[in-house]
Antibody, heavy 116, light 108 residues
Framework: ELQLVQSGGLVVQPGGSLRLSCAAS????????MHWVRQAPGKGLEWVSL??????GRYYADSVKGRFTISRDNSSLFLQINSLRTEDTALYYC???????????WGQGTLVTVSS | EVVMTQSPVTLSVSPGERATLSCRAS??????LAWYQHKPGQAPRLLIF???IRATGVPARFSGSGSGTEFTLTISSLQSEDLAVYYC??????????FGQGTRLEIK
């Protein structure tokens, strides 16, 4: 069974840092581009970042560029977030690319709360 | 950036009736469009990709159509479990990949 299992929720102060993780199983992880998508409270879905199969291609939304870093190893996806802002408060999802740009499997989400 | 605009914001439909959700792109995206269903407390679920291809396990009452800049998600006979927010997403011109703001589907 394909699974994407994310790390637990966090409360972090503004300016702080954290690392989200997403453990993949049930498919050949190395064969797929992976994404992070977030949803702020009461808002819609926002694409955050993607990493290609070999990690050579990494792309970011303008709102997070320079503060977020996506990475992967042979079975997990990561998102390093620095210089956290209150507007980064959101439920963060990892998602598997179908092979075309649609997301066919999603993790359960990690709630990140940025508050002093 | 491709801006995706969904309408209506909220749609109220009776069980058994047809629901029609619209999505417009600010520039041509060919058929590189997906639809997702998002229920409270759950992860989003892929319904449609390639504008009209149902994802694995998606009931036949869900169908997608359109190309270029205008797209439609149709639920042919609404069921109570279809209560959710529905998002369209383009993956033709990226980064960034962009979502619409969502349509909230209510059961009348």
């Amino acid at each position: 069974e394909l699974q994407l299992v994310q790390s637990g929720g966090l409360v972090v102060q503004p300016g702080g840092s954290l690392r989200l993780s997403c453990a993949a199983s049930g498919f050949i992880f190395d064969d797929y581009t992976m994404h992070w998508v977030r949803q702020a409270p009461g808002k819609g879905l926002e694409w955050v970042s993607l990493i290609t199969t070999d990690g050579g291609g990494r792309y970011y939304a303008d709102s997070v560029k320079g503060r977020f870093t996506i990475s992967r190893d042979n079975s997990s996806l990561f998102l390093q977030i620095n210089s956290l802002r209150t507007e980064d408060t959101a439920l963060y999802y990892c998602a598997k690319d179908y092979g075309s740009g649609a997301f066919n499997y999603w993790g359960q989400g990690t709630l990140v709360t940025v508050s002093s | 950036e491709v801006v995706m605009t969904q309408s209506p914001v909220t749609l109220s439909v009776s069980p058994g009736e047809r629901a029609t959700l619209s999505c417009r792109a600010s520039q041509r995206i060919n058929n590189n469009l997906a639809w997702y269903q998002h229920k409270p407390g759950q992860a989003p679920r892929l319904l449609i990709f390639g504008a009209s291809i149902r994802a694995t396990g998606v009931p036949a009452r869900f169908s997608g159509s359109g190309s270029g800049t205008e797209f439609t998600l149709t639920i042919s006979s609404l069921q109570s479990e279809d209560l959710a927010v529905y998002y369209c997403q383009q993956y033709n011109n990226w980064p960034p990949m962009t979502f619409g703001q969502g349509t909230r589907l209510e059961i009348k």
